[in-house]
């Protein structure tokens, strides 16, 4: 987008946080008018367990929003993750009420018993260079996204199930459960929301030493860049894929 001579970046921003929501439908209503008038594009999920959030916009409106969602005690620790764009990636706004902001069809998530365990970037990287965790265990890097969302990146050696929806991470997973045995295993994913929910659903079918990376790839990209990562990163937008730098790729997963 040009204004004079100058692009106009766009800043997009993805967050969610699993906390039990009550008053949805106010909420909707809330989020829907000030993002419109605040300008903004993208999608807002809204469920029983949490909120999920993809929003474009300027600087000034993103900023505004973050501190409008922040006023609520409930959503007051929400940590976006940021990448830029020269136009927006969504064509409107919508604010949606689910029955999950990430659909597995196990009701395992309960806001209030808290978060899944989970690893930041920096950690994560020291153990992949080496090649285990502090404990001295082996690192399994375990990929709980899409198989079109794999094709485009993920991490070396990482393991997925091939699944066309997250729906089918759970029964894979039990047939497979045996092989983690003695080691740690990281679920990832995009922006951290489904390798979270996994890490919670592993826990609960005995796997011991369970963590989720910390704010997902994007997060990842962000703080340590594409150590040990091969590919982009796709998302659900019209950029299609970001590199590692968290720079647009859209047509590259089409040549």
Avoid at 11 to 36: G, H, P, Q, W
Avoid at 146 to 173: K, Q, W
Wanted: proline share 5%; net charge neutral; with cysteine.
């Amino acid at each position: 987008m040009l204004k004079g001579f100058f692009i106009v970046s766009v800043v997009n921003i993805s967050c969610y946080k699993f906390v039990t929501l009550n008053d949805r439908e106010a909420l909707k209503a809330d989020l829907a008018a000030r993002c419109i008038e605040l300008g903004l594009k993208g999608t807002i999920l809204l469920a029983p367990e949490g909120i999920n959030v993809f929003l474009a916009g300027t600087r000034a409106s993103i900023d505004a929003i973050v501190a409008h969602l922040r006023a609520d005690p409930r959503f007051a620790d929400l940590a976006p993750k940021e990448s830029l764009s020269a136009e927006p990636p969504f064509k409107r706004m919508r604010v949606r009420l689910k029955k999950e902001i990430i659909t597995m069809k196990h009701p395992l998530i309960r806001p209030e018993a808290g978060r899944a365990p989970s690893v930041a970037a920096a950690t994560l990287k020291q153990w992949l260079d080496r090649g285990m965790d502090d404990a001295g265990r082996p690192v399994v890097m375990l990929d709980t996204r899409n198989d079109y969302e794999v094709a485009a990146g993920t991490f070396a050696n990482a393991v997925d199930y091939d699944i066309g929806i997250f729906s089918e991470f759970p029964p894979r997973l039990a047939a497979h459960r045996a092989d983690y045995a003695g080691k740690t295993v990281v679920s990832f994913c995009t922006g951290g929301i489904r390798c979270e929910k996994a890490a919670i659903h592993m826990k609960a079918i005995g796997i011991e030493h369970v963590y989720q990376l910390e704010g997902g790839i994007l997060k990842y990209f962000e703080e340590v860049g594409g150590a040990h990562y091969h590919g982009d990163c796709f998302v659900f937008d019209e950029r299609e894929a970001v590199s590692a730098d968290l720079q647009p790729t859209a047509g590259r997963l089409h040549r």
